[in-house]
């Protein structure tokens, strides 16, 4: 522990460059948590894909005990808590987390929510049934470290499901602080790619091409068991300017993986 007061001294780089974006940008995320807090059935992605139309979910997590990999305001945690798991979740903002006791105070639904790096959990090895990130430890941590200690805590057999942005969306948008959409042009390379930086204080994110994945998958102890690339449903619209449903049509803009673990 530092000797500072400030509790992020001592964190890697990215991860306190994280917090800092990450408590800035809260407040613009309280009403999206509310709505999907609200939500009757869970939607993935930026078209909101039903879970019933992707099957994200085991079909049955009753009595499961699940950690949410950088949980924000902890509505996918919810979403599993009224499907009868035992969800905890772990977040690296504290205003992201103050967000997420006042969605829990307001719906009447409380879990444990700590503090911390998903890099770097509190948590006992082999302590989860299911390890689930939605756009949280899946892009915001250094993949070489999230999926070995999500495999720690995971249990044998247990499942790790995460979404993230698609692969080749990472290398069709341009750079820009006004985040413009997707081009049909391969801006940057893909062999090499890991860690992303935008211009202007976006934060630090990582994305691995589809082989470093499979290999970082298979030697921390997982198999492979779907790669569901996310297509807009008829009708689809996206409040996100850096998204396209045109675009989307044609190639994956959101990749959802699931593995578990063999050993
Ligand atoms: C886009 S939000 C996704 C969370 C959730 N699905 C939501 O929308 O509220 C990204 C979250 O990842 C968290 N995060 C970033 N780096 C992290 C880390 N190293 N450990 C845990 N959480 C992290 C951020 O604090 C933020 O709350």
Redesign the pocket.
């Given at each position: 522990m530092s000797s500072t007061s400030d509790p992020g001294a001592d964190l890697p780089e990215h991860?306190r460059r994280?917090?800092e974006y990450?408590n800035r940008e809260?407040a613009w995320?309280v009403e999206?948590?509310r709505r999907?807090w609200a939500a009757a059935e869970p939607r993935w992605g930026v078209f909101g894909v039903p879970e019933a139309d992707l099957h994200v979910l085991p079909a049955d997590v009753e009595g499961k005990d699940v950690v949410e990999?950088?949980?924000?305001?902890?509505?996918?945690s919810a979403w599993l808590a009224r499907r009868g798991a035992r969800p905890v979740g772990?977040?690296?903002?504290p205003e992201?987390l103050a967000t997420a006791r006042i969605l829990q105070a307001e719906f009447g639904l409380t879990f444990p929510l700590h503090l911390?790096?998903?890099?770097t959990t509190p948590f006992a090895d082999s302590s989860f049934d299911l390890a689930i990130s939605?756009?949280?430890?899946s892009i915001?941590?250094d993949p070489c470290k999230?999926i070995s200690e999500a495999a720690r805590i995971l249990r044998p057999g247990g499942e790790l499901v995460y979404l993230v942005n698609g692969t080749i969306w990472m290398l069709a948008i341009p750079d820009g602080e006004d985040e413009p959409p997707p081009t049909d042009r391969l801006l940057r390379p893909y062999f090499g790619m890991h860690r992303f930086e935008w211009p202007g204080d976006f934060?630090v994110e990582f994305h691995v091409g589809y082989g470093d994945m499979i290999r970082l998958l298979r030697s921390s102890g997982f198999e492979v068991e779907d790669l569901i690339e996310v297509r807009p449903p008829a009708g689809a619209t996206t409040g996100y300017a850096y998204h396209s449903v045109d675009w989307s049509r044609r190639w994956p803009a959101e990749e959802i993986w699931k593995a578990r673990k063999v050993r």
């Open positions: 991860v994280n917090r990450w809260a995320y999206a948590g999907n990999l950088g949980c924000g305001t902890a509505y996918i772990i977040d690296n903002s992201q911390g790096n998903a890099e939605e756009y949280g430890a915001w941590c999230w934060g």
